[in-house]
């Protein structure tokens, strides 16, 4: 018997029951075959016509500049996904928090954002494993996606670990170069001229920069027409706040 593709397997598993071979570590996670990605179950964007696009905000929680963001969505009834860095989470846990309880999504960033790359195997779960429990301390859920720091991770991390941890690696599409500073018009500029159906935007609600400009760019975004989801909701994925988890297994 041919033995099918991973992709096409992946593709294939609507439930964990169904791929036996995948270690049962939590949370599921089946990537639907209209996603692009590559061997190694990782998301740079989603193929979509539909006008959907995430925004992601990596190295917070910051104690000042993370609920101003908050408040600046709120006010529009929009949704964005957090990649949370965990010796952050448990200084600020009251923001990490209010972020779920506000209907964002948090994804895990590591524990110290180190370069993964240049790690084993151990320590990489390390990071992202302390990481996990700190999230799902304060918020009762774990992370369903992971998003390496500077985006060094291989191939082969990545692979290990979609397999031991289920975690998908998701990148981006659009790259505002925000953390350089290059004000706040910059940014948003480069957002929206970067933006299309099921992009994928970085960002980094650590820069003043950043932050200021966000009323710019979700207004913009909303003039042109794109919705924002978290990365659950692009990806046709159950809102992360509405799904129940096993515990998670670790080895
Ligand atoms: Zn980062």
């Not at 598993?13 to 590559?38: E, F, H, K, R, W």
């Not at 989603?46 to 929680?61: E, H, I, K, L, Q």
């Not at 908050?70 to 529009?76: E, I, N, P, V, W």
């Not at 031991?164 to 948003?188: C, E, F, H, I």
């Amino acid at each position: 018997m041919k033995r099918p593709d991973r992709r096409a397997f992946l593709a294939a598993c609507g439930a964990m029951a169904l791929c036996p071979t995948l270690p049962q570590a939590a949370p599921m996670i089946a990537l639907p075959s209209d996603i692009v990605q590559n061997e190694a179950a990782t998301i740079m964007a989603v193929r979509t016509v539909s006008p959907v696009v995430a925004m992601t905000f990596d190295d917070g929680p910051h104690p000042r500049l993370t609920p101003l963001l908050l408040d600046m969505l709120k006010a529009r009834g929009l949704r964005a996904t957090f990649y949370l860095i965990g010796n952050r989470v448990v200084k600020w846990p009251d923001i990490v928090k209010r972020i779920a309880d506000e209907g964002h999504e948090i994804g895990n960033h590591s524990w110290s954002h180190p370069f993964l790359s240049k790690l084993g195997n151990d320590a990489v779960l390390s990071e992202i494993d302390r990481t996990t429990d700190a999230i799902y301390k304060v918020t009762g859920r774990p992370p369903v996606t992971f998003r390496p720091p500077y985006g060094a991770f291989t191939n082969k991390q990545r692979q290990m670990l979609y397999q031991k941890r289920n975690l998908p690696t998701v990148l981006w599409s659009v790259d505002p170069q925000d953390w350089r500073k290059p004000g706040a018009s910059t940014v948003a500029k480069r957002i929206l001229g970067g933006s299309r159906p099921g992009a994928i935007i970085l960002s980094h609600d650590i820069h003043t920069g950043t932050v200021n400009a966000m009323p710019g760019t979700l207004d913009g975004l909303h003039e042109r027409g794109y919705q924002l989801g978290t990365v659950s909701q692009i990806m046709g994925w159950p809102l992360w706040q509405s799904r129940s988890f096993r515990r998670v297994v670790k080895g």
